[in-house]
C-alpha cells in the first residue's frame, strides 16, 4: 500500500496538472426564437461584444418552437462546461412555467444561473397607417364598434406580447383578435 502512494505521488510529481484555458472552442449562445427578431438582434449584438472581451467566437443558434420553451430545455440540459449559454426572458423564464408547469421540462429558479442582464424592451401600440384611430382613447373606441375584428399579431401563443394584448384588451373592454406567428422577426 505504501509503495502503490508513493508511486502514485511519483507520477503526480513528474506530470503536474495542465490548467485547461477557456474557451478553447466556440460557445454556442442558444436564443430560444426564430431569427430575424428583437430576442435574435439582441443575442447577436451580445455575442459580438462578448466574442470581443474573450477573444474567441460565439455562435447563435435559433431554436424557436413551444414559445421558446424547446430551446430553454435544451440549454438547461446542457453541460454545465461553459460553452452553451442561453438568452432567457419573461416568456422563457416566467411565462411558460406559470402556464405548462412540469410540462416545460425545466424550473427556472433551478437549472439556470443568471450570467447578466443584456437588454429590456417595452411594448409599443403600432396601428396600420390606413386605420383611423390615432391615439390608445381613439382605437379603444374604433375596437368597440367592432368587437373581435381588429387582429393583432404576436411571437405566438403565450408570448409577453399576446399576454401584454390580452391584458390592455381585458382593462379597455375590448375584444381583439389574436393572430399567433412562429416568432418575433
Known amino acids: 500500500m505504501t509503495r502503490a502512494v508513493a508511486l502514485i505521488a511519483l507520477f503526480a510529481a513528474v506530470f503536474p496538472a495542465q ?3 477557456y474557451p478553447s472552442r466556440p460557445i454556442t449562445l ?10 435574435d438582434l439582441m443575442a ?6 462578448m466574442s470581443k472581451t474573450l477573444g474567441h467566437q460565439i455562435v447563435i443558434e435559433n431554436r424557436g ?3 421558446g420553451s424547446i430551446a430553454t ?6 453541460a454545465a462546461d461553459g460553452y452553451t449559454l442561453g ?3 419573461t416568456g422563457t423564464l416566467a411565462i411558460n412555467p406559470t402556464l405548462y408547469g412540469n410540462v416545460v421540462g425545466y424550473d427556472p429558479r433551478k437549472d439556470f444561473a443568471p450570467v447578466g442582464l443584456i437588454a429590456t424592451s417595452a411594448l409599443v401600440v403600432c396601428v396600420h397607417p390606413a386605420l383611423s384611430a390615432r391615439s390608445i382613447g381613439e382605437l379603444i373606441a374604433l375596437a368597440k364598434t367592432q368587437p373581435g375584428k381588429l387582429n393583432y399579431a404576436s411571437a405566438g401563443t403565450g408570448s409577453g406580447i399576446h399576454l401584454g394584448t390580452e391584458y390592455f384588451a381585458t382593462m379597455a373592454g375590448i375584444k381583439l383578435t389574436h393572430i399567433p406567428y412562429k416568432g418575433y422577426g
Do not use: F, S, W
Open 65 to 67: 418552437g413551444a414559445g
Open 87 to 89: 438568452l432567457g426572458g
Open 73 to 78: 430545455r435544451a440549454i438547461a440540459k446542457a
Open 30 to 39: 442558444i436564443v430560444p426564437y426564430a431569427a430575424g427578431g428583437g430576442n
Open 44 to 49: 447577436r449584438t451580445a455575442a459580438e461584444k
Open 19 to 21: 490548467a485547461q484555458d
